[in-house]
């Protein structure tokens, strides 16, 4: 199994930044397309970003073009969400999740880590 760690969720004021990341317990990681997911209570899980394998091609929601970054250092098994200009709207448990074949299924998921921006 792929464990896939969540961190850098918090309370945070509209109209500033966060960092997410997301660990994987294995080196496979370098070989996984990667995604970022969102829930906030009540909705349904929603797409944020997807980058693939190499961190060459990437791409957003348009809720979050231009003020979310997805990335990824493969050399630490680590990738990142930076979200700036947050909304009250990003509001959401965020998920890290991996698509080892590339072909948009996810089948590997953490468990979230919460977003909160206030207003």
């Known amino acids: 199994q792929v464990q896939l760690v969540e961190s850098g969720g918090g309370l945070v004021q509209a109209g500033g930044s966060l960092r997410l990341s997301c660990a994987a317990s294995?080196?496979?990681?370098?070989?996984?397309?990667m995604g970022w997911f969102r829930q906030a209570p009540g909705k349904e899980r929603e797409f944020v970003a997807r980058?693939?394998?190499?961190?060459?091609?990437?791409d957003y929601a348009d809720s979050v073009k231009g003020r979310f970054t997805i990335s990824r250092d493969n050399a630490k098994n680590t990738m990142y969400l930076q979200m700036n200009t947050l909304k009250p709207e990003d509001t959401a448990v965020y998920y890290c999740?991996?698509?080892?074949?590339?072909?948009?299924?996810?089948?590997?998921w953490g468990q979230g880590t919460q977003v909160t921006v206030s207003s």
């Open positions: 980058i693939n394998w190499s961190g060459g091609s990437t």
């Open positions: 294995r080196r496979t990681f370098s070989n996984y397309a």
């Open positions: 999740a991996a698509d080892p074949s590339g072909s948009y299924r996810y089948t590997y």
